[in-house]
């Protein structure tokens, strides 16, 4: 398989490892973390936008974030994105900062949200594999119309396997190390 078709491939599965640790990073654990956010918009000036693009998210402590808008009449909206967001998270504010404080997780709500991780994870692998499967299909095309030989066909579904099986075993580390950091205590 030449360089620049085994280097696209590559490429497009890297991108399903990035979107697999941004999804990761957007579940939630019970620790504060920024990207908690990510998924939740204002509606601000007529417009919806991201939360980071209307005020600044830190993680002053463990287990608390705090949002300061760039604009003090955006606090309530923010509030309000947050409230009706999936995360179930309450946020409280003083007028000017929005403090979130975020609880301990109950045993079953760490099971619903590992659950919600491999079925990321599944999905993500999912992805992989028609990555994959387009990119053999492109090489059967080739051999038919005589482009390349049939051992450069075998040649490269293997090279296409392998990339495939280191990638989708990165998603299964990731899986992992999400798994052990939401049950973590």
Known sequence: MPDDEHSKIEEKMKDVVESTRKEFASIRTG?????????????????????????????????????????????????????????ALTPMSDGSLIRISIPTLTEERRRDLVRGARKVAEEMRIRVRNIRREAIDILREKEK????????????????????????????????????????F
Request: no cysteine.
């Open 145 to 184: 119309n005589k482009e390349i030989t049939e051992d450069d066909l075998r040649r490269g579904q293997d090279d296409i396997q392998k990339l495939t099986d280191a990638y989708v075993a990165e998603v299964d580390s990731l899986l992992e190390a999400k798994e052990s950091e939401i049950m973590e």
């Open 31 to 87: 620790r504060a973390n920024p990207a908690l956010l990510d998924r939740v918009n204002v509606e601000a000036y007529g417009d919806i936008y991201p939360i980071n693009q209307v005020a600044s998210v830190s993680v002053p402590e463990p287990r608390l974030l705090v949002i300061q808008p760039w604009d003090r009449k955006l606090v309530p909206d923010i509030e309000r994105a947050i409230l009706k967001s999936d995360l």
